[in-house]
């Protein structure tokens, strides 16, 4: 007679995969990335398509060497990784900024670790966060948005040339963030209400600025991210708590000094606080795995957030804040597990009673 050990009750399963998870999250993408294409043209196109591919193609590189199945490609995470780099990079950037960002992204901020799901920082943050550092001239250099069927919009050889830095960037295509034009403003004494007359909410929201390719639409990013929870790939505790926390501490601040602190409205819709808080906080590996632990987390990402944007030395922080509470999780997960079914906190089961 075969004995069959099961582990103990109950026996749940909703039956998510890791390529379901990763198909739903790329999927949410897919508006946003499309609309980023319309408004950068051909540039934006070529580096996401370098970005992907370099990532599919260090992926491969690395489960041979590390004599793993090939297969595992099939799980879409390296699209992800690739997909998200992309979005937080210039769109119009040269194509080694992405390659080398892949490269990094896949090798050092995953398989260094373990490969998939024994990474402690998230890869595509990890990498954005070194190029920043190692490259500031062209991860800080943005291009006016200029629509792919517009008479000003480069085409597709003008594109390409654009992307292996075969044509130099004009000045006049290029322009500051909103975030880098305010923070650049508030240094110079500029009232904070006078440099936001430059930036409308319509234009922000729709992603008409300079920026990333992540911060081309953050209402199309804020859809996605409700479609994910609406399919149930991640839950609301991350994203709706880093947001309210910096809509808390962002509403506190322009009360006490309108002219050195922008209003709430202006941190949700101009940066990548859309993407990071729905796409990048939420990632399953990198986030604790309890409730409270991953309000904690949240909420300690969407201080930061703030924080750096307003007294830090870079405009955009969500990369910074994201990987600081990145190295904070397995402290979250020890400390604040969540109650294991029949159990209390503690360990100790559950009398009858309790149980009812």
């Known amino acids: 007679m075969t004995i069959v050990n099961l582990v103990s009750a109950p026996h749940a399963h909703d039956r998510s995969s890791i390529n379901r998870i990763m198909a739903h999250v790329c999927l949410a993408l897919v508006p ?25 193609g260090t992926e491969y590189i690395m489960l041979r060497l590390r004599h793993q199945s090939a297969t ?8 992800l990784t690739g997909w998200l780099l992309a979005l937080c990079l210039p769109p119009w950037a040269p194509w080694w900024i992405a390659v080398f960002g892949s490269v990094f992204a896949v090798s050092i901020g995953k398989h260094l670790y373990g490969g998939l799901g024994q990474n402690l920082f998230n890869p595509a943050m990890l990498a954005r ?11 800080t250099t943005w291009a ?10 480069p085409g597709f050889w003008h594109g390409l040339q654009i992307t292996l830095g075969l044509l130099p960037v004009a000045d006049g295509m290029t322009g500051a963030t909103a975030l880098g034009a305010l923070k650049t403003a508030l240094t110079q004494s500029i009232p904070a209400q006078q440099t936001l007359q ?40 991350i994203p709706v708590t ?34 990071g808080a729905f796409f990048i906080a939420t990632d399953p590996v990198t986030s604790p795995a309890g409730k409270g632990a991953q309000t904690i987390f949240a909420a300690g990402c969407g201080g ?36 294991i079914y029949g159990r209390r906190r503690g360990g100790r089961p559950l009398t009858q009673r309790q149980k009812r």
């Open 32 to 56: 946003g990335t499309v609309f980023c294409f319309y408004l950068f043209g051909w540039p934006a196109i070529n580096l996401w398509l370098f970005s992907v591919a370099t990532a599919i």
């Open 72 to 79: 595992r490609l099939l799980d879409w995470s390296a699209l």
């Open 129 to 139: 966060t070194a190029l920043l550092i190692s490259f500031p001239v062209p991860m």
């Open 144 to 153: 006016h948005a200029t629509p792919i069927f517009s008479s000003d919009a």
């Open 198 to 237: 430059q930036f409308s909410l319509y234009s922000s929201g729709l992603g008409l600025t300079s920026g990333s390719m992540g911060e081309t639409s953050a209402l199309l990013m804020l859809i996605g991210g409700i479609w994910l929870l609406l399919v149930r790939v991640i839950s609301w505790h």
């Open 242 to 275: 880093m947001l309210a926390t910096v809509v808390a501490l962002a509403t506190f601040f322009h009360h006490l000094n309108p002219a050195l602190y922008p209003p709430a409205t202006f941190h949700l819709l101009s940066g990548g606080l859309m993407l």
């Open 304 to 339: 930061l957030t703030f924080l750096i944007r307003t007294w830090g030395g870079y405009p955009e922080a969500v990369a910074f804040s994201v990987l600081m509470m990145n190295a904070l999780t397995p402290l979250l997960d020890q400390y604040l597990r969540p109650r």
